[in-house]
């Protein structure tokens, strides 16, 4: 290891001690109102996607083996019957179904996402040890900032390993440390010692459909759940961990300083984005842009099935997303000829353009297999950094064309209340009708921060379906 190494590795270390240092610190703090929004929003809009993902077969078959296998009852799982199992069960039942739709909110500046990563082992933490709802929005918030902190100080060149594989250990053991209340020193080992437990999970895994991708957020909150435990009793990570598993084992390169810049001025929760499509966010402008030509259909004589050519132009991470023949739900979601055919034939891009249904459907591989993909040549800084251009070329020679330079859900186009609490319905009301009213009220500040989460959670389950 040369001194140039050294350097960056040792600064690398004291910005990770900085951070851990500053969250432990903050513990027990009043969050400024529109970090607490964000929070109970992120919370919120996860908790939702949990529960739309039930429904997936493979889901219940992998949370009745948890439920099975455990023989305490201590935190729920989000699905029908709302069992409760012990927390490192009930963490991994939640965590195998939180990105299962790609409906869960997201980190924009940094391929990250963060609840995703946290939530399950915290609020399974949480429920166990009767937390306040207060002490939940406090640990969202400086766990979020700690695993997308993370994300950002360890960039990767190019889109090899995937990032819930990269930062889901991460975001667990920072939000299962941080709601049991660790000092730094046992929180810096939790994380640490998580990260050294990171895995390898090939970026590609998601673009081919393999579903191992979406167990991926529930091994990591049983081990961030783990890592908890074992740093109280010294068995931990080193503050220079996170350097030598990302950039010595998995290739990323090393930003130290954004471990700590405006740290307690800009926090990291503040720059997500909600999700209205049911795919990958890379794809989400060439959507838009595709539902804006869907609109023009309307009176124009044209349908959708005569286009004879569909060209996306669009940034560096929508050129990954290639499947041309996607073999599962998964696929699809990371496919944008799949995404944007089916978005022009069936006029949405929600879960409906990607069912199983439509995999094999006849007009919709049709014209998946006439779509190019090209790169834009005027991709911009954030939040201009993920446009697309779309083009429909008609039979007849005409086209035409719609952009779209920063998808809608992000700080930039947030969403509104209305739209949020419709998706949170939509997701939740067939297997908990009192769910999106209780979480919107925690949104809205109207429940008390010293309600208790087990409280919480009977409240959004009762009446279930």
């Not at 009708?433 to 010293?450: D, F, I, N």
Request: glycine content about 8%; some cysteine.
């Amino acid at each position: 290891m040369n001194s140039d190494t050294n350097d960056v590795r040792a600064r690398t270390a004291a910005a990770f001690r900085g951070l851990i240092e500053w969250s432990a610190g903050r513990l027990g703090q009043d969050l400024p109102e529109h970090v607490r929004r964000r929070a109970a929003l992120v919370l919120a809009d996860d908790i939702g996607a949990m529960v739309a993902a039930t429904a997936e077969p493979q889901v219940l078959l992998a949370q009745n083996a948890f439920e099975q296998d455990s023989a305490s009852r201590e935190a729920t799982v989000f699905r029908h019957g709302a069992p409760r199992l012990d927390r490192y069960s009930a963490a991994a039942a939640n965590g195998v179904a939180a990105t299962w739709c790609e409906l869960d909110e997201g980190f924009r500046a940094a391929p990250c996402h963060a609840g995703a990563y946290l939530l399950p082992a915290l609020l399974a933490e949480a429920e166990r040890r009767a937390a306040t709802l207060g002490d939940v929005l406090n640990a969202v918030a400086l766990a979020y900032e700690i695993t997308a902190r993370c994300a950002l100080a360890f960039p990767f060149g190019s889109m090899r390993v995937h990032p819930h594989a990269a930062f889901a250990t991460v975001g667990a053991a920072a939000g299962a440390g941080l709601i049991r209340g660790l000092d730094a020193r046992a929180l810096l080992g939790a994380v640490s010692g998580a990260a050294s437990m990171s895995f390898a999970g090939p970026y590609n895994h998601a673009v081919e459909g393999a579903l191992v991708r979406n167990a991926w957020t529930a091994a990591g909150a049983w081990i961030g759940l783990r890592s908890a435990d074992w740093a109280s009793f010294g068995i931990a990570g080193i503050d220079a961990t996170v350097y030598d598993v990302f950039v010595n084992c998995l290739g990323a390169e090393a930003v130290p300083e954004a471990l700590v810049d405006e740290l307690g001025s800009r926090w990291a929760i503040a720059g997500g984005y909600h999700k209205v499509f049911a795919c990958c966010q890379y794809a989400h402008s060439a959507v838009e842009a595709s539902l804006e030509l869907v609109n023009r259909l309307e009176g124009s004589g044209r349908a959708a099935a005569d286009i004879a050519e569909l060209a996306v132009e669009t940034h560096p991470k929508g050129l990954t997303l290639t499947n041309v023949a996607p073999e599962t739900g998964l696929a699809a979601k990371f496919s944008m000829p799949h995404a944007v055919a089916a978005t022009a034939l069936l006029g949405t891009g929600g879960a409906r353009a990607f069912a199983d249904d439509t995999l094999a459907e006849p007009r919709i591989a049709a014209l998946r297999s006439r779509v190019r993909l090209l790169p834009h040549t005027a991709v911009g800084e954030w939040p201009k950094d993920r446009p697309a251009r779309v083009t429909w070329r008609f039979r007849d020679g005409e086209e035409w064309t719609a952009a779209c330079e920063s998808a809608r859900g992000g700080a930039d186009q947030p969403f509104d209340d209305a739209t949020l609490l419709a998706k949170l319905s939509e997701n939740t009301c067939g297997v908990f009708p009192r769910m999106a009213m209780t979480l919107a009220a925690a949104v809205a500040g109207e429940t008390s921060l010293r309600r208790p989460w087990p409280a919480v959670v009977q409240d959004m389950i009762s009446g279930a379906a």
